[in-house]
């Protein structure tokens, strides 16, 4: 398995300018790759083949006087701008055919300077290099400093340096074979995932939603009001986009690690884990959005799903067309419907039921009845971002000690 592993990094104002030419370099041959795509389609021509495309817009660009600065730049993080490119159609075609699943990919888009994410990518054959002194050697750029929050676990086969929407500075590295398998347990789980509690185990322990969105509301409201006051094209308002841009990362901070600290919690105390597959796109549209957005369910699955592939243990999603929430746990009997306000129900067998409970304790049902039947686990082979630092507490987590008991209570 592949996992990420994300630090911050401080470059020299030097190094800040080398890598904002590169990020523009990256940018302009993705565009250019995309462009050249678009108009032999419009012309009627074929698909320009990968290597053509690279030839045509690298090679060829670099020595035309309007993209001589190209050189400037390391060729691989070029090659890797057309490579996103590549990958984005590849999406796209399969998604048009059905080979994809899930929701419809859009054809590529043009970048722009103005996106709040900017980044470049280096693999191996770029000779980019982790200096016995601590800092990351990049070609062309320089030796960056980098906080080591957590040691990395074997060689990087890749890394993108990443510059936030905060004017922050990341080196996401990219680790194989980290597989850690923990000694076995019995114990099994069933989770029911909802908006009264983030989370209810199928033993009856409920976990609050943190709500780290909803708590941040004021300071967020009181900057983006702000920001709205400043003349646009301002020095002025470019440093309020930015604090803007802060706070909305220190919430997505806080909330990463609430849920790298609960999805490490389950996993060790579990041999398998099961969970109900939530309709997250079809919910994020209606008027429970925002609250759906604040919980991340779908950041929390993913938690789930890689640290169990690490740590030796199973999970499985529950199909969200089970019935879970309308079948009676101790007799089976299908109750029919029930509307989200119905929080406890009585089954005419006499059981009665607090609806979250219960549901989760069918997802366990259900999870280990398919585990049974299953022809083979699914596993993700795509890179998954790596904890930072899960047992030990963020400054920026400091806010949410509540929330941590919380956990630990578990
Ligand atoms: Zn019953």
């Avoid at 280096?122 to 290099?129: E, M, S, V, Y």
């Avoid at 989370?199 to 709205?228: C, Y």
């Avoid at 999805?263 to 429970?288: F, H, K, M």
Wanted: net charge positive.
């Amino acid at each position: 398995m592949q996992l990420r592993y994300n630090y911050r990094v401080y470059p020299t104002p030097g190094q800040q300018a080398s890598l904002a030419r590169a990020f523009g370099c990256a940018r302009v041959v993705f565009n250019d790759g995309l462009r050249a795509r678009q108009q032999a389609h419009e012309a009627g021509e074929a698909y320009l083949s990968d290597g053509d495309l690279s030839k045509r817009v690298i090679t060829q660009a670099k020595r035309t006087p309007e993209r001589a600065w190209l050189g400037e730049v390391s060729a691989v993080v070029l090659q890797q701008a057309l490579a996103d490119l590549n990958a984005a159609y590849r999406n796209f075609f399969a998604s048009l055919s059905g080979k994809r699943k899930g929701r419809k990919v859009a054809p590529p888009r043009f970048r722009s300077r103005k996106d709040n994410r900017q980044a470049i990518r280096f693999t191996a054959n770029a000779r980019f290099k982790v200096l016995d002194n601590g800092r990351l050697r990049l070609p062309k750029i320089g030796d960056l400093a980098v906080r080591w929050s957590r040691q990395l676990p074997a060689a990087p086969t890749s890394v993108t340096v990443i510059r936030d929407a905060a004017g922050r500075y990341f080196a996401s590295f990219v680790v194989a074979n980290t597989d850690d398998p923990l000694p076995p347990v019995d114990a099994e789980v069933g989770i029911d995932l909802g908006l009264t509690h983030f989370a209810v185990l199928f033993n009856g322990k409920k976990i609050t939603a943190p709500k780290f969105l909803r708590r941040a509301a004021r300071t967020l409201r009181r900057l983006q009001q702000d920001l709205s006051r400043k003349q646009p094209g301002s020095n002025n308002r470019s440093k309020a986009v930015v604090k803007v841009a802060r706070a909305h990362a220190r919430v997505a901070d806080t909330r990463r690690d609430w849920q790298h600290k609960l999805s490490t919690r389950i996993i060790r105390d579990n041999q398998a884990v099961y969970v109900e597959d939530l309709c997250v796109t079809g919910l994020g549209r209606t008027r429970l959005a925002k609250s759906v957005h604040d919980a991340g369910w779908a950041s929390f699955t993913a938690m789930l799903e890689y640290k169990a592939a690490r740590y030796g243990r199973s999970f499985r999603r529950i199909g969200r067309f089970v019935p879970t929430s309308q079948t009676c746990s101790t007799c089976g009997r299908l109750d029919g419907p029930k509307p989200l306000s119905v929080r406890s129900w009585t089954c005419p067998c006499g059981a009665v039921h607090d609806r979250d409970v219960n549901a989760a304790i069918n997802i366990l049902a259900q999870g280990r009845w398919e585990s049974l039947n299953a022809c083979g686990a699914q596993v993700r082979p795509a890179p998954v971002p790596a904890p930072r630092r899960e047992a030990g507490i963020h400054p920026h987590t400091a806010c949410s000690t509540r929330s941590v008991e919380g956990i630990s209570a578990l």
